[in-house]
């Protein structure tokens, strides 16, 4: 498993603007079938990064069609920086050192 994670700083009084645009893009995110999970948090401290978004997929290729689709590539690469302020990204690989998996509550 492989998951791209994304770290995004709202503009200067832009969260408001920021959430709009993901609820207009959320199903074109969650469409293709190569994307297992997708996920966001926000910081709970209201410090950098103020969200993290969590794109999990079975493995490298999948990940990689799913970022070249044309629909995709526009959100993430054009679209993106227009609606936040600083934008980082992490790819993570699953490991399993640790053979315990804790079940959520």
Not at 18 to 24: D, F, Q
Not at 25 to 40: F, M
Request: overall charge positive; glycine content about 2%; charged content about 30%.
């Amino acid at each position: 498993m492989i998951k791209y994670v994304y770290e995004i700083d709202y503009p200067p009084r832009g969260k408001d603007k920021y959430l709009t645009w993901v609820r207009s893009i959320a199903d074109a995110l969650q469409a293709p079938a190569e994307l297992r999970r997708l996920a966001s948090y926000d910081n709970a401290y209201s410090a950098t990064p103020h969200r993290v978004v969590e794109f999990t997929f079975d493995s490298p290729q999948d990940a990689a069609r799913y970022f070249d689709r044309k629909e995709i590539r526009l959100i993430v690469q054009s679209e993106l920086p227009a609606h936040s302020a600083n934008i980082r990204i992490k790819v993570l690989i699953l490991r399993d050192d640790y053979g315990r998996w804790c079940a959520a509550p």
